[in-house]
């Protein structure tokens, strides 16, 4: 089956500090990859997507690249900011076209401090 | 603001109330779910609505009841909850089909307490 599997949290860091988040993933198929955050108050909004082995999902600083041969996602961003702390969900979808089956992680809560 | 909206944010409920959550999406999407948050547990799809039609109910207890009575509501009707049941219930929606982009939109949750 398909299922995803993150570090436990929590991570705390001081600001400008170098992040890795780890995830890995199982799938049948080919899936998507997708990183979510949920900020304080807020409902989970996505963060990056790989569709593909060797992609490279990035925005706000923040990077992950979709390997199959380790069958991982790890979240990465080398200069933390304050604003980034939230939690962070690693996410698989194995169908192209619908949003009917993703498998969410359990989250990793992110603190910054200054 | 994403457009999708819950209302309410935070309910606390006895086990033998009746309440209902609500979701409204103002983005045209043609699918909507309700996910449940809890503490250290992935996210848990409860149920699935494309074009208004039920495709996925995930083994959900029968104490929780969806409506879908057209493309832009969806409600979750709760009875006879157990305490277990407290937690973050999240709406999202999506454009299913090509137009896919991989992005789940998700509301900022309705926070529920059973006493």
């Known amino acids: 089956g398909n299922s995803v599997t993150q570090m436990e949290g929590p991570v705390t860091l001081s600001e400008e500090a170098f992040l890795t988040i780890n995830c890995t993933y199982t799938?049948?198929?080919?899936?998507?990859l997708f990183w979510y955050v949920q900020y304080p108050g807020e409902g989970l909004q996505l963060l990056l997507k790989?569709?593909?082995?060797?992609d490279k999902g990035s925005n706000k600083g923040f990077e992950a690249t979709y390997r199959k041969e380790t069958t991982s996602f790890h979240l990465e961003k080398g200069s933390v900011q304050v604003s980034d702390s939230a939690v962070y969900f690693c996410?698989?979808?194995?169908?192209?076209?619908?949003?009917?089956?993703?498998?969410f992680g359990t989250g990793t809560s992110l603190t910054v401090i200054p | 603001e994403t457009g999708v909206t819950q209302t309410p944010r935070h309910l606390v409920m006895g086990m033998t109330n009746k309440k209902s959550l609500k979701c409204e999406q103002h983005l045209g999407h043609n699918a909507m779910y309700w996910y449940k948050q809890s503490a250290k547990k992935p996210l848990e799809l409860m149920f699935v609505y494309n074009f208004k039609e039920q495709t996925e109910n995930n083994s959900v207890p029968s104490r929780f009841s969806p409506e879908c009575p057209n493309s832009s509501h969806l409600f979750l009707h709760l009875h006879t909850l157990q305490p277990e049941d407290s937690a973050l219930y999240l709406c999202?929606?999506?454009?299913?089909?090509?137009?896919?982009?991989?992005?789940?939109?998700f509301g900022e949750g309705s926070r529920l307490t059973v006493l």
């Open positions: 790989a569709t593909k082995a060797d």
């Open positions: 996410a698989l979808s194995d169908l192209p076209n619908t949003g009917n089956q993703f498998y």
């Open positions: 799938a049948t198929g080919y899936p998507s």
């Open positions: 999202a929606s999506s454009q299913e089909g090509v137009s896919f982009t991989g992005e789940l939109f």
